[in-house]
């Protein structure tokens, strides 16, 4: 049985001013599943994730989410953004106490707290005795849990990670990385995670790709991506050398 597809991506590409950034020619994410995108600085991950989160179109080619096509131009219709979230490296958190900022997207949709969701959502992270603290005097480990609490509690279908755990201590790597699994095992949750730590890729993600300059240079389920990449520019990140 095929695999149920979030996306599909063919022939899109972004350019700025002129330059290129980036060039996908065909990229699957299968429902329910973690892919991972690993790379130098400057392959376009970012680019990419803008683009899977409706905020910008593509220059050329289409994008189809479910029954949605999104191409050159396009905008995506407000239900369909409001079924991907993303939760970046550096989040933004209000001035305002934690419980208020988890709140937040409820309060976005018109939603109500009737089920004691923040509350929830606050447990899973492990910040629920921090509910009534200022937002902006957390860690910064503290603040990325709440970040992700935020994105939980409006369960989205789709979870686009930006370098999550990116200058954090071991312990809330850890905990991030534990939040993410949970997420994606209990919610079937989709997550596309944009990591620099291969070993985070290995832990956490069912499939990785690799970009370099742009392009996806190879994808494929996480073993055979360590253990037998196809590309000699993928075996050569793997192994910790230069491929700029």
Do not use: C, W
């Not at 803008?50 to 396009?74: A, K, Q, V």
């Amino acid at each position: 049985m095929a695999a149920e597809l979030r996306y599909r991506i063919e022939g899109v590409s972004k350019v700025y001013a002129g330059r290129q950034v980036l060039q996908i020619d065909q990229l699957d994410i299968e429902a329910g599943k973690i892919l991972a995108l690993v790379g130098p600085s400057g392959a376009g991950k970012s680019t990419l994730l803008r683009i899977l989160n409706f905020l910008e179109p593509p220059s050329t080619g289409r994008l189809r989410y479910g029954d949605f096509e999104y191409g050159p131009g396009g905008e995506a219709p407000l239900a369909t953004r409001r079924q991907v979230t993303t939760v970046s490296q550096r989040p933004v958190l209000l001035n305002r106490p934690v419980q208020a900022n988890v709140q937040f997207g409820l309060k976005l949709r018109g939603l109500r707290d009737s089920a004691g969701q923040v509350t929830a959502a606050l447990q899973q992270v492990g910040l629920a005795h921090l509910a009534r603290q200022q937002a902006r005097t957390l860690s910064g480990g503290e603040a990325q849990r709440v970040a992700l609490a935020r994105a939980m509690v409006i369960r989205p279908d789709v979870l686009l990670l930006d370098e999550p755990t990116a200058n954090l201590d071991p312990y809330n790597v850890g905990l991030i990385e534990q939040i993410v699994r949970r997420l994606n095992q209990e919610q079937q949750t989709t997550l596309v995670l944009v990591t620099h730590n291969i070993f985070q890729a290995h832990r956490l993600a069912h499939r990785v790709g690799f970009m370099l300059d742009g392009r996806l240079i190879e994808i494929a389920d996480t073993q055979t991506f360590f253990e037998a990449p196809a590309d000699p520019r993928t075996a050569a990140f793997v192994a910790g050398d230069m491929v700029y």
